[in-house]
């Protein structure tokens, strides 16, 4: 055991020889600089959104420093909306009105299948298309046009500062209070009544917006970068986040509600006073990652041109070289920060005395309406009565509940098909107001298959069909283990040999020339495939005896998991040629898999780990007193019962990752959302951006469900096992 500690202490000690020595190598050869002597000098650009002064005359410490206030602003205002606009849907999923749970689950369906990235899109271009453009000379000191939102502002942050000083340390001194316990809400007007006051007498003034001849100027602007990641962060996250406060609201054991009730508490105290107050703390720790999560894809702000941490550091890279010292920012910064948000959550559960561990829950079923009665019509009145008009309250949600629908239902309607153009160009589409599917008639190749040869596509028909086809067969059960492992290994290697050509058989294809669907697929199926047994391999490190195994596999997950994966991807365009000699040429494709790869490892790995974890450890004693070999137990015995537990958990990482392939467009490679854009590109293509997305979010979304069903299926067939 020694020897296989020194031997990988030793191969590792090697490997970072080697990568330091071609470093160094390449660094001289290219004439590039290292060190951080950069920071104290002229940035010389400027940066549109900023908490603080700052202009191209600064340096580019000063640039970062606003970029890192402009990611903290970002973040912790897409946790607040995302947190209470994630509860809301979870109370509309939990209610007891069935259209109003109907339409919480379709939304919480579509939000959690579409890739953030492409909602951002969506949000950016609906904000930047749709919005009337600023009124050149108009009146008025409100504003919400394609350029931002122009509110009023404090003339100044002093009293403001001193009204969030004063208001704090009101709150903190009537925690401990027997008014704050008993009487919450009058705690709350009496540290707002403070705030206001000090505003007041801090002579606090209010500069209101105007309307000039180049736009709004004056007071308080929200650009439209900022409006869409705010907003996208939000509605993405809250949909995770309304599926953790219900199943924390489940869990609650149903005893405390039938104590309520006999205490005479109406449905409503008893949510606010005695479930939701025991739900928080078990909500708590995966809210925590979710809002982890947030921070790191903040950075997704690079995407839209909004001048966030990551976005900053690309710039600085691009005007000084120092690609090295940029990425060493990215992730120590993140990773900073990713530990203080933890350790804040950790020490708010603490402070009121919470366990992080969750508790027995309720024996109830998810769906808390009864099922819409198709074959028993002389039902309908009953059950109607029961599901959608048992009370007032649940008559008026149920009327706007479904005048919202009608209207949503019938704009749907009319924009796809009684307004839409089927026929003809874009000036024939230009005459109507709904759906231009000309647009998609003309731009359909281009979207799903990109730069790929004309002539050649049928192959990349082919290569779409054999993994989708590998998707199919994974519902089937009987195939399940090696037998749909190998389906897989031949239906990646088969696609790649079609897409690349070559062997005197195929007209060879750069892999530059590939794009579109088929990228898509093949850097989530990869991803997959190829992060599994290397996630094995670090769960069972990480669970190793073995001190050097244990402390590679922690830093190795730690890093990857505190990165955002514009980072990791960053790491692989920019700095990983830089560790390989020159002789050795890498394309942009294979750079970005592996970090893709490794990327879904660490997070696999975690899956894998709490399978283990759950394996008893007589079973391991069991297999060594019948003579199996420390390997032989774990991968006849111990692995086997980990990954029915982690299979669930292995799915969901898939599902992410198709999602995540998203983000490769940002460092160059042209997936399947690179090509979506594009299909707009043209002047007369521009305004129809929608039927773009519309195309490509419905594929998206078609194989995030179809990989969240498989979950439901692996998860049923194990229980029923079980």
């Known amino acids: 055991m020694r020897f296989a500690q020194l031997a990988v202490l030793g191969a590792v000690v090697l490997a970072a020889f080697y ?12 004439n590039i600089r290292t060190g951080f002597a950069f920071l104290s000098e002229r940035a010389g650009f400027a940066i549109g959104e900023t908490l603080i002064s700052y202009g191209p005359g600064d340096s580019f410490a000063a640039a970062l420093l606003v970029g890192l206030l402009n990611t903290l602003l970002v973040s912790a205002l897409a946790i607040a909306f995302s947190t209470i606009l994630g509860l809301w849907i979870c109370m509309a999923r939990l209610s007891r009105n069935w259209l109003l749970a109907r339409i919480a689950r379709i939304y919480i369906e579509i939000v959690r299948n579409i890739p953030l990235l492409l909602q951002i899109f ?12 600023p009124e050149i000379g108009g009146g008025g000191n409100f ?65 209101l917006p105007k309307s000039g001849k180049f736009g709004f100027s004056g007071g308080l602007s929200l650009s439209t970068e900022f409006l869409t990641l705010v907003v996208g962060l939000s509605v993405y996250t809250s949909a995770y986040l309304a599926e953790i406060f219900r199943s924390a609201i489940l869990a609650v054991p149903m005893g405390q509600v039938e104590a309520a009730a006999a205490l005479g508490l109406s449905p409503g105290s008893t949510m606010a006073r005695i479930i939701v ?85 309720r024996q109830a079923a998810a769906e808390v309406t009864e099922p819409l009665p198709l074959l028993r019509s002389s039902r309908w009145g009953t059950w109607a009565k029961r599901n959608l008009f048992a009370t007032k309250l649940q008559t008026m949600l149920t009327l706007l ?31 109507n107001d709904g759906a231009c599917w000309p647009f998609l008639k003309e731009n359909f190749n281009l979207i799903l298959f990109g730069t790929y040869p004309e002539t050649e596509r049928w192959r990349t028909v082919i290569a779409v069909v054999l993994m989708v086809g590998c998707l199919g067969l994974s519902f089937i059960v009987r195939l399940w ?7 897989w290994g031949l239906g990646i290697a088969a696609a790649i040999i079609l897409l690349r050509g070559g062997f005197g058989l195929l007209e060879p294809v750069p892999m530059d020339k590939w794009s579109g669907l088929p990228v898509t697929l093949l850097l989530a199926s990869i991803a997959v495939v190829a992060a599994f047994p290397l996630a094995v391999l670090l769960a069972f490190a990480r669970q190793s005896s073995n001190t050097v195994f244990r402390r590679l596999a922690i830093s190795f997950i730690e890093l990857v998991r505190g990165v955002p994966l514009i980072g990791v991807l960053f790491i692989a365009a920019v700095m990983f040629p830089l560790f390989i000699p020159e002789w050795l040429t890498i394309d942009s494709l294979p750079r970005v898999q592996i970090a893709l790869v490794l990327f879904t490892a660490a997070y696999m790995a975690e899956a894998v780990r709490g399978g283990l974890i759950s394996v008893p450890k007589g079973q391991a004693e069991a297999a060594m007193a019948l003579g199996l070999g420390k390997w032989q137990a774990r991968r006849h015995v111990i692995l086997p019962q980990a990954l029915k537990v982690s299979l669930p958990g292995l799915v969901n990482t898939s599902i992410s990752e198709v999602k995540n392939t998203t983000l490769v467009l940002i460092v160059g490679v042209f997936d399947l959302l690179q090509t979506t854009r594009l299909s707009y590109v043209e ?29 439901t299926k692996i998860e049923r067939e194990l229980t029923y096992e079980g």
């Open 683 to 711: 002047a007369q293509w521009r305004p129809y951006f929608a039927e773009a997305y519309l195309f490509s979010g419905t594929i998206f979304f078609a194989i995030c469900f179809a990989l969240s069903r498989l979950a």
């Open 19 to 30: 990568f330091v020595s071609s470093l160094t190598t390449n660094l001289a050869d290219k």
């Open 143 to 207: 504003g919400f046009d394609n350029r931002g939102l122009h509110l009023p502002a404090f003339a100044s942050a002093g009293p403001l500062a001193l009204a969030a000083a004063l208001g704090t340390l009101a709150w903190f001194l009537l925690r401990g209070t027997s008014i704050f316990k008993s009487r919450p809400r009058i705690a709350i007007i009496i540290v707002l009544s403070i705030s206001v006051l000090a505003l007041i007498v801090g002579g606090a003034e209010v500069v």
């Open 277 to 361: 107050p025991q739900a928080v703390r078990i909500a708590i720790p995966p809210m925590t990652s979710w809002h982890l999560n947030t921070v790191k894809n903040s950075s997704l702000g690079v995407a839209i041109g909004y001048p966030e941490f990551v976005s900053v550091v690309d710039t600085v890279i691009s005007q000084t070289g120092q690609a090295i010292e940029g990425v060493g920012l990215i992730v120590i910064t993140f990773l900073t920060l990713s530990l203080i948000l933890a350790f804040v959550s950790d020490r708010y559960a603490r402070s009121f005395g919470w366990s992080l561990t969750g508790q027995a829950g």
């Open 122 to 133: 969506v949000w950016y271009a609906v904000f930047l298309f749709s919005l009337p453009p």
């Open 481 to 487: 283990g090696r037998r749909l492992a190998t389906l």
């Open 401 to 431: 509940a479904l005048a919202l629908t009608l209207v949503a239902g019938w704009s749907a309607l009319a924009w796809l098909f009684l307004d839409a153009t089927f026929t003809g160009g874009a000036p024939q589409c230009r005459i």
